[in-house]
Nanobody
Framework: QVQLVESGGGLVQAGGSLSLSCAASGRFFTSYAMGWFRQAPGKEREFAAAIKWSGGIPIYADSVKGRFTISRDNAKNTVYLQMNSLKPEDTAVYYC?????????????????WGQGTQVTVSS
């Protein structure tokens, strides 16, 4: 069983930056692929970024590529999402997700564990 707790959301002006963290509890964190998803009001949850258990080359949605960076620190059981050049359309609740996998899943149905979400609001 894995529990995920996100932090770091907030309100920022367009063009600004925020850094999200997701702390995981439970064993075998290094066996889990980690992902970030987001859900804007009235929209479906969408993929933002994912990273495999070993780090390696992350994958990103086209909408965030070049602006967001996902990373992980296995010693701290934590995954991060650095968000730069934020736009109003990045406004959403951001969720951290985990799945015991050596792949890098990019669809929400592939993930087994979810955090409670953290709100990110970008003002224009």
């Amino acid at each position: 069983q894995v529990q995920l707790v996100e932090s770091g959301g907030g309100l920022v002006q367009a063009g600004g930056s925020l850094s999200l963290s997701c702390a995981a509890s439970g064993r075998f964190f290094t066996s889990y692929a980690m992902g970030w998803f987001r859900q804007a009001p009235g929209k479906e949850r969408e993929f933002a970024a994912a990273i495999k258990w070993s780090g390696g080359i992350p994958i990103y949605a086209d909408s965030v590529k070049g602006r967001f960076t996902i990373s992980r620190d296995n010693a701290k059981n934590t995954v991060y999402l650095q968000m730069n050049s934020l736009k109003p359309e990045d406004t959403a609740v951001y969720y951290c997700a985990a799945v015991r996998s050596y792949a890098t899943p990019s669809t929400s149905s592939e993930y087994h564990y979810w955090g409670q979400g953290t709100q990110v609001t970008v003002s224009s």
